[in-house]
């Protein structure tokens, strides 16, 4: 079976501009914030801090930083934040926590200090007694950041999961990591692992990767490159590239016989090279 990698902007943003990938090691590198009603929320973030290990800080209640979020948030270069759904028959703000009470007043006052910062969003819900609005907190909390400018990282399959629908799917792809532990609470261990996994592939524990702007050629691909794929780290000789799209829409193709890597955007007008494998 083939494996797809997926490339993520930051990982993008190092190969255009740093010759050297600086991988960061510091205590406390991500800040990890939820909200909760019943507590679940509060459990799998114990989970995500316990994964990370050092390298997380937290799990910190917000309502227990409200007022003080923006000086919160900037101790950390990435965060990771969670919440629940609570169905209230309104379409915003039913994460029945403190996270609807800062999202249009307090937040919108941190831009643009969040501008770039790495953020990954995970959400609870209940998927089959609510089954068409399952998680749908999550995706107002994914996007609140990114509105404030946060590169977003964490997205996940749909694959294995009993809803029916969510505010925080898009497209095949959930926009972070999403946790039931009414139905489904023996894969939750398996999940948060996986996820944290992605997430350290995705580079969230990098130093300065944020905010770096692409350089990126308009200029259409001219020549069609029989390009070889590299899956997890082991070159498949001519396959046809099958690769995932990355947050900013590139996807990276690996030619062995010139040892470099072409990133064409999906609209297929603008690309640009980098050396080596991606
Ligand atoms: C009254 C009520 C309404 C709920 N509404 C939703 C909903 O709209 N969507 C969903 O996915 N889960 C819903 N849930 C399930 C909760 O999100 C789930 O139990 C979650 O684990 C609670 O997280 P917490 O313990 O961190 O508050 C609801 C649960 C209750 C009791």
Known sequence: ???????????IAFTTRCPHRATHTALNAIGIFYGTSTGSTEEAAQLIVAEFGEDAAGPFDIDSIQGKVGEEFAKYEALVVGTPTWNTGADTERSGTGWDEIYYSEMQTLNPSLEGKKVAVFGLGDSVSYSENYADATGELHDVFESLGC???????????????????RGDKFVGLL??????EELTEDRVKNWVSALKAEGILESGGSGMALEVSMAEP?????MDVVANGEQKASQPAVVSVSQTGFVAHY????????????????SFFTNGKP
């Open 1 to 11: 079976m083939r494996t797809a990698i997926i490339f993520l902007p930051t990982a």
């Open 151 to 169: 590169k977003m990282l964490g997205y996940t399959s749909t694959e294995g999961y009993l809803h029916d629908a969510s505010k925080s799917q």
């Open 179 to 184: 946790l039931d532990a009414v139905n489904q």
């Open 222 to 226: 001219k020549v069609k490159v029989d």
């Open 255 to 270: 030619n062995s016989r010139t040892d470099s890597t072409m990133w064409i955007n999906v609209d297929g007008k603008s």
